[in-house]
Protein backbone atom coordinates (compact mmCIF):
# COMPACT_ATOMS: atom_id res chain seq x y z
CA UNK A 1 0.00 0.00 0.00
CA UNK A 2 1.76 3.32 -0.64
CA UNK A 3 0.35 5.11 2.14
CA UNK A 4 1.58 8.52 4.01
CA UNK A 5 5.28 8.80 5.37
CA UNK A 6 4.24 10.08 8.77
CA UNK A 7 6.94 12.16 10.65
CA UNK A 8 6.17 11.72 14.52
CA UNK A 9 7.35 14.47 16.50
CA UNK A 10 10.86 13.99 18.30
CA UNK A 11 10.88 14.98 22.14
CA UNK A 12 14.41 16.22 23.62
CA UNK A 13 13.89 14.56 26.98
CA UNK A 14 13.34 11.33 26.05
CA UNK A 15 14.14 8.63 23.79
CA UNK A 16 10.47 7.79 22.59
CA UNK A 17 7.71 9.75 22.33
CA UNK A 18 4.66 9.10 24.76
CA UNK A 19 1.47 11.39 23.48
CA UNK A 20 -2.41 11.24 24.07
CA UNK A 21 -4.86 12.18 21.76
CA UNK A 22 -8.05 13.75 22.61
CA UNK A 23 -10.48 14.86 19.83
CA UNK A 24 -13.61 14.83 18.24
CA UNK A 25 -12.34 11.98 15.78
CA UNK A 26 -9.23 10.63 14.78
CA UNK A 27 -8.10 12.51 12.13
CA UNK A 28 -4.91 10.70 10.62
CA UNK A 29 -5.43 9.09 7.43
CA UNK A 30 -3.78 6.22 5.91
CA UNK A 31 -0.08 6.29 6.69
CA UNK A 32 3.16 4.49 7.77
CA UNK A 33 6.72 5.35 9.81
CA UNK A 34 9.65 3.84 10.64
CA UNK A 35 8.34 3.96 14.41
CA UNK A 36 7.13 0.87 16.26
CA UNK A 37 3.96 2.09 17.39
CA UNK A 38 1.71 0.94 20.76
CA UNK A 39 -1.82 2.10 20.23
CA UNK A 40 -4.78 2.28 23.68
CA UNK A 41 -7.93 3.27 22.44
CA UNK A 42 -9.52 5.48 25.54
CA UNK A 43 -12.31 6.13 23.63
CA UNK A 44 -14.52 5.89 20.22
CA UNK A 45 -15.31 2.93 18.06
CA UNK A 46 -14.37 2.67 14.45
CA UNK A 47 -12.72 0.44 11.75
CA UNK A 48 -9.26 -0.37 12.06
CA UNK A 49 -6.62 -0.77 8.74
CA UNK A 50 -3.60 -2.15 9.60
CA UNK A 51 -1.65 -3.48 6.40
CA UNK A 52 -4.23 -5.47 4.23
CA UNK A 53 -6.68 -6.67 6.83
CA UNK A 54 -9.53 -4.21 8.37
CA UNK A 55 -11.27 -5.51 11.75
CA UNK A 56 -13.53 -2.82 14.20
CA UNK A 57 -11.87 -1.24 17.27
CA UNK A 58 -13.09 -0.12 20.35
CA UNK A 59 -12.46 1.64 23.73
CA UNK A 60 -9.78 -1.05 25.14
CA UNK A 61 -8.23 -2.11 22.12
CA UNK A 62 -4.47 -2.64 22.33
CA UNK A 63 -1.88 -2.77 19.41
CA UNK A 64 1.65 -3.06 18.69
CA UNK A 65 2.48 -2.41 14.95
CA UNK A 66 5.73 -2.63 13.36
CA UNK A 67 7.74 0.04 11.84
CA UNK A 68 6.57 1.21 8.22
CA UNK A 69 3.33 -1.15 8.69
CA UNK A 70 1.08 1.69 7.24
CA UNK A 71 -2.66 1.70 9.16
CA UNK A 72 -5.07 4.00 9.77
CA UNK A 73 -8.25 4.12 12.47
CA UNK A 74 -11.46 5.90 11.13
CA UNK A 75 -14.37 6.58 13.49
CA UNK A 76 -17.44 5.81 12.86
CA UNK A 77 -20.12 7.98 11.29
CA UNK A 78 -21.30 9.34 14.18
CA UNK A 79 -18.25 10.80 15.01
CA UNK A 80 -18.33 13.22 12.46
CA UNK A 81 -21.77 14.87 13.73
CA UNK A 82 -20.28 17.67 15.78
CA UNK A 83 -21.43 15.67 19.06
CA UNK A 84 -19.94 17.24 22.12
CA UNK A 85 -20.45 13.98 24.45
CA UNK A 86 -18.42 12.11 21.55
CA UNK A 87 -14.52 11.75 21.79
CA UNK A 88 -11.87 10.11 20.11
CA UNK A 89 -8.89 9.48 22.42
CA UNK A 90 -5.89 7.21 22.94
CA UNK A 91 -2.72 6.92 24.42
CA UNK A 92 0.30 6.06 21.95
CA UNK A 93 3.78 4.95 22.44
CA UNK A 94 6.82 5.25 19.62
CA UNK A 95 10.03 4.19 19.24
CA UNK A 96 12.78 3.37 17.19
CA UNK A 97 14.66 -0.11 16.70
CA UNK A 98 17.61 1.61 17.65
CA UNK A 99 15.90 4.03 20.45
CA UNK A 100 18.34 2.60 23.21
CA UNK A 101 21.71 2.10 20.55
CA UNK A 102 22.11 0.56 17.39
CA UNK A 103 22.92 -3.02 19.12
CA UNK A 104 20.74 -3.06 22.23
CA UNK A 105 17.89 -5.11 20.59
CA UNK A 106 20.78 -7.38 19.40
CA UNK A 107 22.14 -8.25 22.99
CA UNK A 108 21.30 -12.06 24.79
CA UNK A 109 18.61 -10.33 27.15
CA UNK A 110 16.78 -8.74 24.43
CA UNK A 111 16.07 -11.71 22.49
CA UNK A 112 12.79 -12.33 23.30
CA UNK A 113 11.59 -8.93 22.44
CA UNK A 114 13.80 -8.65 19.60
CA UNK A 115 11.31 -11.60 18.33
CA UNK A 116 7.97 -10.01 18.98
CA UNK A 117 9.04 -6.56 17.09
CA UNK A 118 9.47 -8.82 14.16
CA UNK A 119 5.83 -10.63 14.75
CA UNK A 120 4.61 -6.89 15.11
CA UNK A 121 5.26 -6.24 11.39
CA UNK A 122 2.18 -7.51 10.49
CA UNK A 123 0.76 -6.04 13.60
CA UNK A 124 -0.12 -7.68 16.40
CA UNK A 125 -3.72 -7.25 18.60
CA UNK A 126 -3.21 -7.50 22.23
CA UNK A 127 -6.11 -9.98 23.99
CA UNK A 128 -7.01 -11.09 27.31
CA UNK A 129 -5.37 -10.79 30.08
CA UNK A 130 -2.28 -9.20 28.91
CA UNK A 131 -4.31 -6.79 27.63
CA UNK A 132 -5.73 -5.85 30.80
CA UNK A 133 -2.10 -5.61 32.70
CA UNK A 134 -0.46 -4.00 29.27
CA UNK A 135 -3.21 -1.44 29.33
CA UNK A 136 -2.70 -0.57 33.00
CA UNK A 137 1.05 0.05 32.18
CA UNK A 138 0.29 2.00 29.55
CA UNK A 139 -2.09 4.38 31.55
CA UNK A 140 0.63 4.81 34.05
CA UNK A 141 3.45 5.40 32.11
CA UNK A 142 2.03 8.84 30.82
CA UNK A 143 2.61 9.81 34.28
CA UNK A 144 6.35 8.65 34.65
CA UNK A 145 9.02 11.00 33.87
CA UNK A 146 13.03 9.67 32.71
CA UNK A 147 14.28 6.50 33.59
CA UNK A 148 11.06 5.20 35.35
CA UNK A 149 9.27 5.87 31.56
CA UNK A 150 11.91 4.33 29.94
CA UNK A 151 12.32 0.85 32.25
CA UNK A 152 8.07 0.67 31.78
CA UNK A 153 8.50 0.97 28.22
CA UNK A 154 10.87 -1.98 28.53
CA UNK A 155 8.76 -3.85 31.17
CA UNK A 156 5.45 -3.65 28.74
CA UNK A 157 7.35 -5.04 25.83
CA UNK A 158 8.52 -7.62 28.25
CA UNK A 159 5.28 -8.46 28.81
CA UNK A 160 4.00 -9.04 25.20
CA UNK A 161 7.15 -11.14 24.14
CA UNK A 162 6.60 -13.39 27.30
CA UNK A 163 2.79 -14.23 26.16
CA UNK A 164 0.58 -15.65 23.52
CA UNK A 165 -2.20 -13.49 24.25
CA UNK A 166 -1.75 -11.95 20.89
CA UNK A 167 -3.18 -12.26 17.44
CA UNK A 168 -1.58 -11.33 14.07
CA UNK A 169 -3.72 -8.38 12.58
CA UNK A 170 -2.57 -8.67 8.86
CA UNK A 171 -1.39 -10.96 6.24
CA UNK A 172 1.62 -9.31 5.41
CA UNK A 173 3.96 -6.93 6.66
CA UNK A 174 5.00 -3.05 5.25
CA UNK A 175 5.06 -2.50 1.47
CA UNK A 176 6.38 0.93 0.92
CA UNK A 177 6.55 3.23 -1.73
CA UNK A 178 5.83 6.44 -2.27
CA UNK A 179 4.26 8.40 -5.23
CA UNK A 180 2.95 12.16 -4.27
CA UNK A 181 -0.11 11.65 -6.24
CA UNK A 182 -1.11 8.51 -4.22
CA UNK A 183 -1.75 9.10 -0.96
CA UNK A 184 -4.68 11.46 -1.90
CA UNK A 185 -5.95 8.86 -4.39
CA UNK A 186 -6.32 6.02 -2.14
CA UNK A 187 -7.79 7.89 0.65
CA UNK A 188 -10.14 9.88 -1.59
CA UNK A 189 -11.43 6.25 -2.49
CA UNK A 190 -11.50 4.90 1.42
CA UNK A 191 -13.24 8.01 2.29
CA UNK A 192 -15.72 7.89 0.17
CA UNK A 193 -16.35 4.10 0.81
CA UNK A 194 -16.80 4.99 5.00
CA UNK A 195 -18.73 7.50 3.96
CA UNK A 196 -21.00 5.65 1.65
CA UNK A 197 -20.76 1.32 2.16
CA UNK A 198 -24.50 1.01 3.15
CA UNK A 199 -25.44 2.31 -0.17
CA UNK A 200 -25.35 1.12 -3.87
CA UNK A 201 -21.28 1.73 -5.03
CA UNK A 202 -20.09 0.67 -7.99
CA UNK A 203 -16.77 0.34 -9.70
CA UNK A 204 -17.52 3.14 -12.28
CA UNK A 205 -18.30 5.42 -9.08
CA UNK A 206 -15.51 4.75 -7.63
CA UNK A 207 -12.67 4.91 -10.47
CA UNK A 208 -15.05 8.51 -11.48
CA UNK A 209 -13.30 9.22 -8.40
CA UNK A 210 -9.82 9.05 -9.23
CA UNK A 211 -10.54 10.28 -13.11
CA UNK A 212 -9.72 6.20 -14.22
CA UNK A 213 -11.69 4.21 -16.34
CA UNK A 214 -13.01 0.99 -14.42
CA UNK A 215 -9.74 -1.27 -15.67
CA UNK A 216 -7.47 0.62 -15.13
CA UNK A 217 -8.74 1.77 -11.83
CA UNK A 218 -9.08 -1.97 -10.79
CA UNK A 219 -5.45 -2.66 -11.83
CA UNK A 220 -4.43 0.10 -9.87
CA UNK A 221 -6.03 -0.67 -6.93
CA UNK A 222 -5.54 -4.50 -6.54
CA UNK A 223 -1.63 -3.37 -6.77
CA UNK A 224 -1.59 -0.75 -4.11
CA UNK A 225 -3.67 -2.44 -1.93
CA UNK A 226 -3.11 -5.96 -2.52
CA UNK A 227 -6.56 -6.81 -2.64
CA UNK A 228 -9.69 -5.90 -5.26
CA UNK A 229 -12.23 -2.81 -4.63
CA UNK A 230 -14.87 -5.80 -4.06
CA UNK A 231 -13.21 -7.41 -1.46
CA UNK A 232 -12.50 -3.94 0.05
CA UNK A 233 -15.52 -3.21 0.17
CA UNK A 234 -17.46 -6.69 1.35
CA UNK A 235 -14.57 -6.34 3.94
CA UNK A 236 -15.85 -3.20 5.45
CA UNK A 237 -19.77 -3.81 4.90
CA UNK A 238 -19.06 -7.67 6.76
CA UNK A 239 -17.45 -5.71 9.81
CA UNK A 240 -20.21 -3.62 9.71
CA UNK A 241 -22.27 -6.59 10.23
CA UNK A 242 -20.19 -7.63 13.07
CA UNK A 243 -20.56 -4.89 14.64
CA UNK A 244 -24.49 -5.23 14.15
CA UNK A 245 -24.50 -8.51 15.40
CA UNK A 246 -23.30 -7.77 18.59
CA UNK A 247 -25.01 -4.47 19.09
CA UNK A 248 -28.37 -5.03 17.88
CA UNK A 249 -31.13 -6.52 18.18
CA UNK A 250 -31.98 -6.94 14.61
CA UNK A 251 -32.65 -10.06 12.39
CA UNK A 252 -30.38 -11.77 9.69
CA UNK A 253 -32.02 -10.01 7.01
CA UNK A 254 -32.19 -6.53 8.06
CA UNK A 255 -28.37 -7.04 9.16
CA UNK A 256 -28.11 -7.58 5.40
CA UNK A 257 -29.52 -4.82 4.34
CA UNK A 258 -28.05 -2.26 6.62
CA UNK A 259 -24.59 -3.15 5.80
CA UNK A 260 -24.89 -2.58 1.78
CA UNK A 261 -26.04 -6.15 0.72
CA UNK A 262 -28.61 -6.28 -1.41
CA UNK A 263 -28.82 -10.05 -1.51
CA UNK A 264 -29.12 -12.23 1.71
CA UNK A 265 -27.65 -15.46 0.20
CA UNK A 266 -24.72 -13.26 -1.13
CA UNK A 267 -24.20 -11.66 2.33
CA UNK A 268 -24.15 -15.34 3.89
CA UNK A 269 -21.53 -16.98 1.46
CA UNK A 270 -19.68 -13.50 2.08
CA UNK A 271 -19.37 -13.65 5.89
CA UNK A 272 -18.91 -17.25 6.02
CA UNK A 273 -15.81 -17.14 4.10
CA UNK A 274 -14.47 -14.78 5.96
CA UNK A 275 -15.59 -15.85 9.53
CA UNK A 276 -15.46 -19.37 8.58
CA UNK A 277 -18.90 -19.21 9.82
CA UNK A 278 -22.77 -18.18 9.20
CA UNK A 279 -24.01 -14.68 10.57
CA UNK A 280 -26.01 -16.55 13.00
CA UNK A 281 -23.50 -18.41 14.64
CA UNK A 282 -20.98 -15.91 15.23
CA UNK A 283 -24.06 -14.24 17.14
CA UNK A 284 -24.33 -17.01 18.88
CA UNK A 285 -20.29 -17.92 19.53
CA UNK A 286 -19.91 -14.14 20.76
CA UNK A 287 -23.09 -14.20 23.28
CA UNK A 288 -21.85 -17.51 24.62
CA UNK A 289 -18.36 -16.45 25.36
CA UNK A 290 -20.01 -12.96 27.10
CA UNK A 291 -22.02 -15.20 28.77
CA UNK A 292 -18.97 -17.01 30.25
CA UNK A 293 -16.90 -14.50 30.92
CA UNK A 294 -19.67 -12.69 32.91
CA UNK A 295 -19.66 -16.09 34.97
CA UNK A 296 -16.17 -15.63 36.23
Known amino acids: MKAI ?13 VQEFRSAYFDTPWHFHPEYELVYILESEGKRFV ?17 NLPHWYRNDAIYYNDDPSLKASSIVIQFTTDFLGDTFLLSPEMFEIHQILQKAQKGLEIKGGLSNKVAKM ?18 ILNAISKSDEYRLLSNKGPSIGVNVNDPKRINKIYEYVMNHFTEPITINEASELIHMCPSTFCRYFKKRTRNTFTFFLNEIRIGHACKLLIEEDLSITEICYKSGFNNISYFNRQFKSRKNMTPQAFRQEYYKKSSYSAAL
Open 138 to 155: VREITDLKGMDRLLQLLR
Open 5 to 17: LQKVPESVDSSFA
Open 51 to 67: GDKISNFKPGDLVLLGS
